[in-house]
């Protein structure tokens, strides 16, 4: 079973908005990772927040961590085509390099 | 650098046979990671390899098994196929000495008929 609920599931927008998904989990977590696939192809880390961590940015990436409500958001501003995969959050109960449990999925569309 | 490569890319087998997928990890690397991914679904862990010796498992039956060798590439075994297997095969590698993030390959994509 998946640790975490993606939310929304699909997501469409246009070039320039901003696109917010949200990641719910279940259990501690050393750090909570985010994920970007293009379609068919593996997975590029986009962004790393450890549970001491609440909010980290990294270019067009804002990463929010909220331990006490087991939930992270990211956020994509000013969406671009190119931005357009799947987003997955993916948890990590032990150091960095060690079993990571994935989300669902957000599938995001931006349209030009 | 070559990052993670895996092979094949695509692979076809029918209900019954068995099949191995291979997986050559970053430069600097020696930990494997094998993830199964069904079509519009997350990937779930299914084991981890460190020091040529399974250190993790997911909760997948026997018939999938794996290995490492000494320089740290690593192989996938699924035996008896069924149709669920049918998913995205996904390798990541981590330097276990590093808190890096794990880097993953563009996965081998396997049909069962």
């Known amino acids: 079973s998946q640790q975490g609920e993606e939310d929304p599931q699909a997501l469409s927008i246009q070039e320039g908005e901003n696109a917010t998904m949200n990641c719910s989990y279940k259990?501690?977590?050393?750090?909570l990772q985010w994920y970007r696939q293009n379609s068919g192809r593996g997975l590029v880390h986009l962004i790393l927040?450890?549970?001491?961590?609440r909010e980290k940015h990294s270019g067009r990436l804002r990463v929010t961590l909220d331990t006490s409500k087991k939930s992270s958001s990211l956020l994509i501003t000013a969406s671009r085509a190119a931005d357009t995969a799947s987003y997955f959050c993916?948890?990590?109960?032990?150091?960095?390099?060690?079993?990571?449990?994935f989300g669902g999925g957000t599938r995001v569309l931006v349209k030009p | 650098d070559a990052g993670v490569t895996q092979s094949p890319t695509h692979l076809i087998k029918t209900r019954g046979q068995q099949v191995t997928l291979r997986c050559s990890p970053k430069?600097?690397?020696?930990?494997v990671s094998w993830y199964q991914q069904a079509l519009g679904q997350g990937p779930q862990f299914i084991f981890q390899?460190?020091?040529?010796?399974?250190?993790q498992r997911g909760n997948f039956p026997d018939r999938f098994s794996g290995h490492q060798f000494p320089n740290y590439s690593s192989e996938l075994n699924v035996n008896a196929l069924l149709l669920g297997d049918s998913a995205l095969y996904l390798c990541?590698?981590?330097?276990?000495?590093?808190?890096?993030?794990?880097?993953f390959g563009d996965g081998t994509r396997l049909s069962i008929l």
């Open positions: 990541a590698s981590a330097d276990s000495r590093s808190n890096q993030p794990q880097h």
């Open positions: 430069s600097g690397h020696d930990t």
């Open positions: 390899y460190y020091e040529e010796e399974e250190r």
């Open positions: 927040i450890r549970s001491n961590e």
């Open positions: 993916a948890t990590d109960a032990g150091a960095a390099g060690n079993k990571l449990t």
């Open positions: 259990t501690s977590i050393n750090n």
